[in-house]
Structures are given as C-alpha cells and as structure tokens.
C-alpha cells in the first residue's frame, strides 16, 4: 500500500456512474478515458485518486494543472546533469508519468489551447516526440484521461469533447441520508485514515481481483451480430457523427459485460452504457429503450399521439415561440439570401485577423549552457514563442419580435451562412448567443464545427423583448477563458432596447463598458428596415465605441 492512504474507493458514496466509467477503462485502456461534468465539491477527484491507489502503486495517479507550462507537460533536459556531468538526460513530462495511468485534468474546459492540441495529438498516437534544441526523442503515454468540468464556466473544446470515450453527468445529492453517509464517512476518514481503511481493505482487495479478471477475459467476451447492428442503430438515430461512437459502444458494452463475468454481451449491457457513449456526441440525445419494453408499451398504447402532438412536446431549447401571423414569412431559404447578393467580405477584419497569445516561455537548453562555460553561472536562459491565436466569432442575434417585421432574422441567417462558407480554411470558432423571452441565452458555445452554427442559425425564432443588457451577460460569460484580442464580436440588432431595467439602452450601454469594454473588434449590424428610421442602432454603436455597419450597406 501507498505510503499516503486516500480515500478508499469502495466507500464512495453517490458517484455509481462515475465509479463504473473509470473501473471500465481500467479493465479497456482503449475506451478513452472519462468526461465528468457537474458540480464542484462531489469528490469527483477523491475517486480517481482512490481508484488508482486501489490499482497499486504500477498504475500511476497524475495530475495535470491548467496552468503548467510546456516543460511541465512534455519534458526537459536536466540543466544540473547536462552542466556537471556532460551528459544529456531527458526528464519526463506529466504526459509520460502518466503513461498506463491515469491523467486528470480539473476544469479540463480552461486548459489552454496549446495543451488541448497536445493532449490531442498524445491520446491519438500513445506518445509523442519531445523535441528540444539538439534532442528529439520519443515518449510512450498512453494514459486513460479523466476530466472534470462544469459547463457553466465554459464548453469544452469539440475535438477534445470527442476524445473522452464517456461522459457522466454528477450531481450534488438531494437525499439527506445519503449526504449524511458521505459526511459521516470523510469526517471519520480524515479523523484516522489508518483505521477507515482497513473496514474497506476486503472489499478494496475484492474490487481490484475482479476488475484484473474483467482484464483478462475481456478478449473472449463475444459480441452478437444483433448487438452490433443495435449499436449502429443506435447511433443513426441519434445523429451521431464519424464511426467513433459505434465502436465505444461496442468495446464498453464488452467491458461492461467482461466485469460481470458474461460470455456474451446483452441487449441490457448495451442500454446501460449507451448514454455514457452518446449523450455528449449526439445532437439531441434519446435514451436508449429495451425492445421488449418498447412492445409493451406500443400494446398499452395503441393509439398513438398525432404529430402536432408529438411537435409540440418536444424540448427544443432553440426553438423560439413564433407568432403565426408572420411564421410562413420568416421561412429562410439559401436561395433568398444568394438572390440579395449579400457581400460577406463587406464584414471586414475576419479574413486577416493575425492575433498572439500572451508569450510563452521554455528553457533554451543550449544558450543556458553556454552562458555557463562563458560566466561559470548557472543562469537559465529563455526563448520566447508568441503562438497563434484561434479566431474567436460571437454572434450576438437580437430575435426579439421586432425583427420579425421586415424579415430581417431571415437576413441574418443567411449573413452567418456565408461569413461560414467564406472562410471554409480558416481557424475560426463561432459561437452563438441569441435574446429569447426577454432574456437571453447561449445557444451554442464555441465550437469548430461549422455544421452546428448553421443548424442553429436556422432555428433561430423570433419573440419577445430585446434584454441587450443580459446578452452582454451572456457574452462576458463565453470569453472568460478565451483571449479577448482574438474576439470579435457582432451585434445584430435594431437597436430597439426595451427591457432590461427603467432605462435599458443606457443599463445595456453601461453593462458592456464594464464587462466587455476591452474588446477591440465589436461590429454593431444595424438590422432596422421600413421608410422613417430610429437609428438607435448607429446610437448604439457610438455609445460603445464599436463599429457600425448597415444591412442596407450589405446589399440586401
């Protein structure tokens, strides 16, 4: 046993779902690790621990900070051995310590982007070459990364979010008893851990004997054809992009049924781990259901809803309340906005945006050196790198009623379309923030993939009143982890601020001076139509210091 004793895992109380995710990748390595989502303080990190001390002190338990520098994360060259010894020896990074462990990263949502390309680049290929002035060697790590983060500080990177084999939502429990028996437990652990431990030593030694016969019988588990194509069902209906999902479901099902010492993986194996697999890849995820459950159901119920029904008890969160009287009006079509000959490059500034990050500074081995053989001072000696930044696009959509006179939501949407589609190469990431209700809410958070920022725009509904003041909010709220000289901003809006406060222009005018007032690059679209005009939205404009474009300037 380790000389420090954590938590036992087998105590834990409340995290089942977490605590089975982990124990699946420990048993199948190749699953892809874990993405714990929820609030803080539910001893999401007290598990992984705990789970690595059961494995033995072989299975290392690594901790990644969001801050570490690329040193830290990669690997150096021993400065103290390299000057004395005359030799060059190559300390590992966290990547390689973690290698047949575990890599957690807390609030893996704020890793910088650098890191994220990395741990990327680590996860697909089960290394990567550590390359410093005059040293390029390779480093094995291949590691189960576990994440945790709360999507209210921020979205996770799409590519990333892909990475994680699961993904497992944990709550703060509701039931008293139950945090009366996680209190009870951690008080009378942190009071004498020695003592705690030892009521868990059977069942922890328990655990790790089935868990290493789960890992060897998991080749000889058989997986069905029927379970094969229910998988692949079950990723087609939920619109799940790429082949990664079917074969996650396919090899944690076998894990899942390996661990329960089955011959064969079940229906029922399939439907437990399925929303682990597909609830953070699927569009719009829909439970699983078991098909003996589906018939009965079908037979209670023979008359089924009609579809108006059906529409109408769907949960969309995009889908905005539209008055009927203008709904057929506001249909967008592509060929519509094409007819206008809306000139995108008219939005200028995306196309040859060139911003830096803040610098980031690694060891210059050889310069260190040799300013030790010239002064016989061990000074190190920095290169500074000043990488790239990704282009950061917010749209910030007014949908409230008012736009719906003149047709111009159906403006902007075709206006977002082709700011996409003329920068098809770019590295760009757009988000969304859209008012609705007299509020307003982040549709979609920053993302790459350009094919969801379309599906939204077409969503996209108008009703209510314009709360520009909590828009702004809600913008403050994307960028606090995003560089805010690689931002631009657009406002598309009549200017027509009615809610909010007494005095919503000035609150909203006041609101983005104190939150966002160091952005640089804020562009106010003035979507305002008919023959007699406010210009509250060139007032707008003035009165945040932004620049200001028409929609007649657009050639629409």
């Not at 008293?176 to 004498?192: C, L, M, N, P």
């Not at 592509?334 to 980031?360: F, R, Y």
């Not at 108008?462 to 702004?472: C, I, V």
């Not at 005095?503 to 609101?511: V, W």
Request: neutral net charge; proline residues 4%; charged residues 25%.
């Amino acid at each position: 046993m380790q000389n420090k004793i954590n938590f036992p895992f087998t105590s834990i109380v409340g995290q089942d779902d977490f605590k089975l995710c982990l124990i699946l990748n420990v048993i199948d390595p190749t699953i892809g690790g874990v993405l714990a989502t929820g609030d803080k303080g539910t001893g999401k990190t007290t598990a992984v621990r705990a789970l690595s001390q059961l494995m033995g002190a072989d299975f290392p338990f690594i901790n990644l900070p969001i801050g570490a520098t690329e040193d830290r994360v990669l690997g150096n060259v021993n400065l103290e051995v390299l000057l004395k010894e005359k030799k060059v020896l190559v300390e590992k990074g966290l990547l390689a310590k973690a290698h047949q462990g575990f890599l957690y990263i807390d609030e893996i949502n704020l890793l910088n982007e650098y890191l994220m390309d990395v741990l990327l680049d680590a996860s697909a290929s089960g290394g990567y070459h550590l390359e410093r002035e005059g040293v390029s060697e390779w480093l094995d790590s291949r590691f189960c990364l576990v994440g945790t983060m709360n999507p209210e500080e921020g979205a996770l990177r799409p590519q990333l979010l892909d990475r994680f084999g699961l993904n497992v939502l944990i709550t703060t429990p509701k039931d008293i008893q139950t945090r009366k028996q996680i209190a009870d437990r951690r008080f009378t652990f942190d009071t004498d851990a020695l003592e705690f431990y030892s009521k868990y030593k059977e069942e922890e030694r328990s655990l790790q004997e089935n868990i290493s016969k789960a890992k060897a019988k998991l080749v000889v588990v058989k997986i069905p054809e029927a379970i094969k194509e229910m998988c692949a069902q079950l990723t087609l209906q939920n619109k799940v992009e790429g082949m990664r999902a079917d074969i996650l479901l396919l090899k944690t099902a076998r894990a899942y049924a390996s661990y329960f010492n089955k011959e064969e993986v079940t229906e029922e194996d399939v439907l437990k781990i399925a929303p682990f697999v597909l609830q953070h890849r699927a569009e719009e995820y829909t439970p699983p259901s078991n098909s003996n459950e589906e018939e009965n159901q079908h037979n209670e119920s023979p008359n089924d809803s009609s579809p108006e029904e059906k529409e109408n008890q769907q949960n969309d969160e995009y889908k905005f309340q539209l008055p009927e009287t203008v709904k057929n009006e506001l249909k967008f079509t592509s060929s519509a906005v094409k007819k206008k000959g809306i000139e995108i490059t008219k939005l200028k500034g995306i196309q040859n945006t060139n911003i830096l990050q803040p610098e980031d500074k690694s060891l210059a081995v050889f310069k260190t050196v040799k300013e030790y053989l010239t002064t016989g001072n061990i000074t190190p000696i920095y290169k500074y790198k000043h990488p790239k930044s990704m282009l950061h696009i917010v749209f910030l959509i007014d949908t409230s009623a008012s736009m719906a006179i003149g047709k111009q939501i159906a403006y902007i949407k075709g206006l977002i379309l082709k700011t996409i589609e003329a920068n098809p190469l770019k590295k760009i990431k757009y988000a969304v923030v859209a008012l609705a209700n007299n509020s307003s809410k982040i549709v979609q958070p920053f993302t790459t993939n350009t094919n969801l920022i379309s599906e939204i725009s077409s969503k996209l509904k108008t009703h209510g009143k314009t709360n520009l003041k909590d828009a702004f909010l809600k913008v403050y709220e994307l960028l606090r982890t995003v560089n805010k000289k690689a931002v631009q901003l657009f406002v598309m809006t009549d200017g027509k601020i009615n809610y909010g406060s007494e005095y919503p222009f000035e609150t909203a005018i006041q609101t983005y001076k104190i939150y966002l007032s160091n952005l640089k690059n804020t562009t106010v679209i003035d979507t305002e139509s008919g023959f007699v005009k406010l210009g509250r939205a060139k007032k707008l404009a003035n009165q945040l210091h932004a620049k200001y474009m028409s929609l007649s300037l657009l050639n629409l």
